[in-house]
């Protein structure tokens, strides 16, 4: 392993970058004096919070940045300074001698285009080779990189392919030319963790193969833990931390570093553990900071810190791990104490199981109304039993799915109608007052389907959705919109879901207008309480979304939930595109409204860390079944389906020392048009017996009390082996 740029010719090296942005008489500091070097057949990572430049650093390498940048400082590819070139020679660097693999596949490739032809148009714009040998290398990369069945798949477009598998497409096309540098910006941040596995495999093997430099730019700590020799940190602008890969994770020095990783969900962290919350936001990138500018945000910092901005130096003399912190040869506590009314994640909530409205909501009556009369039924409707004798066996029961199935048209021809989409098939589930319920899978195992089936957005093909006595597909319009006001959704993706009109105080006060709560006076008011309930100011009400940071426009999506006083709130993907210390801002977040406000939380995510550390219970979802579910130990501790066990193996542990795992799941899952007879997982099932699990569907059983599994051979399984317990610590 390469341990330092210096120990071979370095390949690619940035010096005193400086990078600013000039518009409508402003000037924005994107990138303050940055130094980086990469060297030939090593993996250089550069982490930190979205704002911090890591994107804009690689950006002004590849000549990309728009035309009001102006760029200072050195960038070399061996003996060739890149900022000296014209437009015309830094072309014939990109994709020749630099290739690049985007965040997103599907914005930069083009639909109307095959694969095999824009690959093959990156091959022919720097090489003079024919249309036909052009196509044939690009069949060639497309099996290099895993497309199976190249030679057919390569006549497709884009949107016929898996989300997975257009990121192989891009990488394919970045290794057309043979470059001697892939830059790779977030490639795996919108993956599922298994597919996730098999492109960092992929990048790395191919790393090896071809003796490449690679520049990983991620915010997926676990990730870096696995792929990288030496660890770049920045923050506003600037490297504040840089070394080798094991050395940040062993004994990170910087303050903001040991933020970083104490802010990240682990699959290893005993139960309850409280996350690190750094507090407070990137500084505004058009100030001037004389200081060191993580002070504001730093508990160790202190008047030299405010003064004079510290100099990027070496721990030891000669040596590869450096830090830009004034303190860095002090013995700091690398702990923080936990802030005030902080939460454990996954913690049972305060209060009684009746669901009280807690006074801490707050709110007129009048924007209430409607709402006290549905919270105050407990007794037979809300606290249904789970045990059929009248007796509860724990917290009372707010939403019961029976059977339930959401089925989509195919499309056929008008010779053969097509089967249908399974999306949803059989899932019986409970939610419970005042805990969480984690649900898991990979894309396309009707997760999200599931979700909005739960808030009647999407009509059940069969089964049922109770709350309480109240079954959604019988209530009226009427009935179905009342009810709805108890159970709400925030989405994925907060900007997509916010007019980009309205300012956030008619955002979020947007539930209230529909319902006709309360006079305008009255909602924006309401908005302003709902606000700091999520820990923002009331001033930024006046703000539109676009002027929000992606944590900020999550925490407006949950306040907009809020907004209504629902008892159920299902939230798809919360966290996914954030930044670690953003993430372990909402995850807290929600735990404590959780225990304020007795909330039952439905979590959707492929994060199975995310989950591991809010969950009470756990969902396993595998192609619109449940596969497993059980409490969040049981299933992360001691796995009985062979898809748990897959799904927990791809997680990248946050250990440079243990980077061998066992091989990701192959493949994707079949199509949900045509599932496969028996278990549906059996094609994919290492432990799949002929003659029984691929004729045989498994029931969901419990075989263990509170721990139910559909698997012929889960008793076989679980005892086969143990889990990893440095990958699933049950505390």
């Keep these: 392993m390469v341990t330092s740029a210096s120990a071979v010719a370095e390949l690619l090296a940035i010096r005193d970058l400086r990078v600013t942005f000039?518009?409508?008489?402003?000037?924005?500091?994107?990138?303050?004096g940055v130094d980086l070097s990469v060297a030939q057949g090593e993996t250089l990572a550069v982490v930190g919070e979205s704002g911090s430049g890591k994107s804009v650093t690689m950006m002004a390498a590849l000549g990309l940045l728009p035309e009001n940048a102006e760029v200072a400082g050195s960038i070399r590819l061996r003996d060739r300074e890149l900022l000296a070139m014209d437009e015309r020679a830094l072309r014939s660097v990109r994709g020749a001698e630099i290739g690049v693999v985007f965040q997103d596949p599907m914005s930069s490739l083009n639909p109307v285009h095959t694969v095999s032809r824009q690959i093959a148009e990156a091959i022919r714009a720097h090489a003079d080779v024919s249309r036909a040998a052009a196509h044939g290398r690009a069949v060639e990369l497309l099996g290099e990189v895993g497309i199976p069945d190249p030679r057919t798949r390569a006549d497709d477009y884009p949107h016929q392919f898996s989300g997975g598998m257009r990121q192989r497409v891009m990488i394919a096309m970045a290794l057309a030319c043979g470059p001697r540098v892939l830059v790779a910006d977030e490639p795996t941040t919108a993956l599922d963790v298994t597919v996730q596995a098999q492109i960092v495999d992929l990048v790395d093997r191919i790393r090896r193969e071809r003796g490449m430099a690679v520049?990983?730019?991620?915010?997926d700590l676990g990730v870096v833990a696995q792929i990288a020799d030496r660890v770049a940190v920045m923050y506003a602008g600037r490297v504040v931390e840089q070394g080798p890969c094991a050395d940040l994770f062993d004994a990170a020095v910087h303050p903001y570093t040991a933020g970083l990783l104490r802010a990240m969900p682990r699959l290893d962290a005993p139960a309850g553990t409280q996350l690190e919350v750094i507090p407070g936001g990137l500084p505004d990138p058009e100030a001037h900071h004389g200081g060191c500018v993580f002070a504001p945000r730093c508990d160790h910092a202190h008047d030299t810190c405010a003064a004079a901005r510290p100099a990027l130096l070496p721990l030891v003399a000669g040596?590869?791990?450096?830090?830009?912190?004034?303190?860095?040869?002090?013995?700091?506590?690398?702990?923080?104490?936990?802030?005030?009314?902080?939460?454990?994640?996954?913690a049972v909530p305060a209060g009684d199981a009746a669901g009280a409205v807690p006074a801490r909501l707050g709110g007129s009556p009048t924007l209430r109304a409607g709402t006290d009369n549905v919270r105050s039924r407990t007794g037979a409707d809300e606290g249904r039993s789970r045990t059929g004798d009248g007796e509860s066996a724990g917290p009372p029961v707010v939403v019961a799915l029976d059977d339930l199935r959401v089925h989509y048209r195919g499309r056929g021809s008008w010779r053969r109608a097509a089967a249908p989409v399974r999306a949803v098939d059989g899932v019986t589930l409970e939610l419970e007052h005042g805990r969480t319920l984690g649900l898991v899978g990979e894309s396309g195992s009707g997760k999200s389907t599931l979700g909005r089936a739960l808030l009647g957005l999407e009509k059940p093909s069969g089964g049922s959705v109770a709350f309480g006595d109240r079954v959604l597909h019988t209530l009226s319009a009427a009935g179905l919109?009342?009810?709805?006001?108890?159970?709400?959704?925030?989405?994925?993706?907060?900007?997509a879901s916010m007019n980009p009109a309205l300012r956030v105080e008619d955002v979020v006060s947007e539930p209230l207008r529909i319902n006709r709560r309360g006079s305008v006076a009255e909602q924006r008011a309401r908005a302003g309480e709902l606000l700091e309930i999520v820990e923002l100011p009331r001033e930024l009400g006046r703000r539109y979304p676009h002027q929000l940071s992606g944590g900020q426009r999550q925490r407006v999506a949950i306040a907009r939930g809020l907004a209504l006083d629902p008892r159920v709130l299902v939230c798809d993907e919360p966290v996914s595109a954030l930044d670690v210390s953003v993430q372990a801002q909402i995850i807290t977040l929600l735990s404590r409204l959780q225990a304020?406000?007795?909330?039952?939380?439905?979590?959707?995510?492929?994060?199975?860390?995310?989950i591991r550390t809010i969950a009470h219970r756990v969902a396993v979802m595998y192609l619109g079944q449940i596969v497993e579910l059980g409490g969040r130990d049981d299933v992360f501790g001691r796995p009985r389906h062979p898809y748990t066990r897959g799904l927990l193996d791809a997680v990248p542990v946050p250990d440079p020392h243990r980077r061998s795992r066992p091989a990701p799941l192959a493949g994707d899952p079949p199509s949900p048009a045509a599932p496969?007879?028996?278990?549906?997982?059996?094609?994919?099932?290492?432990?799949?017996r002929p003659g029984l699990c691929d004729t045989t569907p498994p029931p969901l059983e419990e075989q263990r009390p509170g721990h139910w599994t559909a698997c012929h051979l889960a008793d076989e399984i679980a005892a086969s082996s143990a889990p990893d317990p440095a990958r699933s610590a049950t505390g």
């Design 676 to 688: 496969p007879s028996g278990c549906r997982f059996h094609e994919r099932c290492a432990f799949a």
């Design 596 to 610: 304020e406000l007795g909330l039952s939380l439905l979590v959707i995510s492929h994060d199975l860390a995310v």
């Design 481 to 495: 919109r009342e009810l709805r006001c108890t159970a709400q959704l925030v989405f994925q993706d907060p900007a």
């Design 215 to 219: 520049i990983w730019i991620s915010h």
């Design 319 to 346: 040596g590869g791990h450096a830090v830009a912190c004034h303190r860095s040869g002090e013995r700091l506590d690398p702990g923080r104490a936990v802030p005030a009314g902080a939460v454990s994640p996954g």
């Design 22 to 32: 000039r518009a409508s008489g402003r000037d924005v500091h994107a990138v303050r």
